[in-house]
């Protein structure tokens, strides 16, 4: 179960347990959904119109996109910035999924809300992802850029990725786009675990022994929660890969147009005034599957790796309770 259970039979979940496994479940989940995130951020970051109709710019639809990135960078190009997305993804999972364990607990235990109730879970939701924003915000940053450049390549790897960043742009290099990424993870993670709180108690289904998670109503729960999430607050998740490719033009220039932006406001506007309304959605369509992907494999991983721990524990205690009866 999401959120501290007052129900449950078993110990509360430990904050190492709750980081273990969101842990966990952020590195297996970015392995499989690292090709949706590049083409995504490709279509994000291109100034010229995605329309299969009007051939402007460089990709206009996910398969043409596909097959010119495979063509032109080979198939680990899918996998670009794959290690600091990884370290992102682990970091980001553990602090997440940690944090509302300990906030769900906190506030069935200090206020008359229910901690398994939509509502706290939205709050708490937030919350916890805005924290682990802050500390991940750099990894974002290093991944974003990765996924990015074409060939040649501007960085060679992780370190100099990092020197080169820390050198020519300073440090807040790494924490450009947190304004838009924090006004959108709160409402974006609250409304995750808000519907997935939703969605599974509206499929839920009598408990049975041995397997209260971590199963298929997790993962279509998930996505689900995750698609309507991600279309809600999308915008803001463009505004930051517009920002935290700043200082990287020379990278851009052969994908199509580049712009430089001096902060949000006046992003958003020059995106409304040169592309439109339909600038704010550009990579909607592979932010979808990647979302739905994303958020339900997060969740039905989160809940596996807490019951195999729960079942692990329990193993443990009947063979404690066995020895000891044993010796007597």
């Known amino acids: 179960m999401v959120g501290y259970d007052p129900g449950s039979q078993g110990a509360a979940l430990s904050p190492e347990e709750a980081a273990l496994a969101g842990s966990a479940a ?153 304004s838009p990424t924090l006004l959108a993870v709160f409402p974006y993670a609250g409304m995750q675990f808000f519907f997935y709180n939703v969605f599974k ?16 109503r997790s993962l279509v729960c998930g996505s689900a929660a995750g698609m309507i999430s991600k279309t809600i607050t999308y915008p803001f998740d463009l505004f930051k890969k517009r920002l935290q490719v700043g200082g990287f033009e020379a990278a851009r220039v052969h994908f199509g147009q580049v712009r430089s932006y001096s902060g949000l406001v006046d992003c958003a506007v020059q995106i409304a005034k040169e592309e439109g309304v339909r600038g704010f959605f550009k990579g909607l369509y592979p932010s979808l599957v990647k979302a739905a992907l994303s958020t339900g494999f997060t969740f039905f991983w989160y809940e596996f790796f807490l019951n195999a721990m729960e079942n692990r524990k329990e193993s443990g205690n009947t063979k404690s309770v066995m020895k000891t009866t044993e010796e007597r």
């Open 26 to 178: 952020g590195m297996v989940t970015r392995a499989l959904i690292s090709p949706f995130d590049v083409l995504k951020i490709r279509f994000q970051l291109q100034i010229e119109k995605v329309s299969f109709f009007r051939k402007e710019g460089k990709y206009w639809g996910l398969f043409q996109a596909s097959r010119c990135i495979h063509s032109e960078e080979g198939l680990s190009a899918f996998w670009k910035g794959h290690v600091p997305a990884q370290l992102l993804s682990i970091t980001f999972g553990a602090v997440q999924f940690a944090s509302f364990e300990f906030l769900t607990e906190a506030v069935h235990k200090s206020t008359p809300y229910d901690s398994q109730t939509a509502g706290v879970h939205f709050v708490c939701g937030g919350l916890a992802a805005c924290s682990a924003t802050v500390v991940c915000q750099p990894l974002d940053t290093l991944r974003t850029r990765f996924a990015a450049q074409g060939e040649p390549k501007l960085y060679r790897n992780f370190g100099h990725a990092v020197s080169s960043m820390l050198s020519s742009e300073g440090v807040l290099a790494f924490y450009r786009g947190l």
């Open 201 to 216: 108690n509206l499929l839920a289904t009598p408990p049975k022994s041995g397997n209260s998670g971590g199963n298929l």
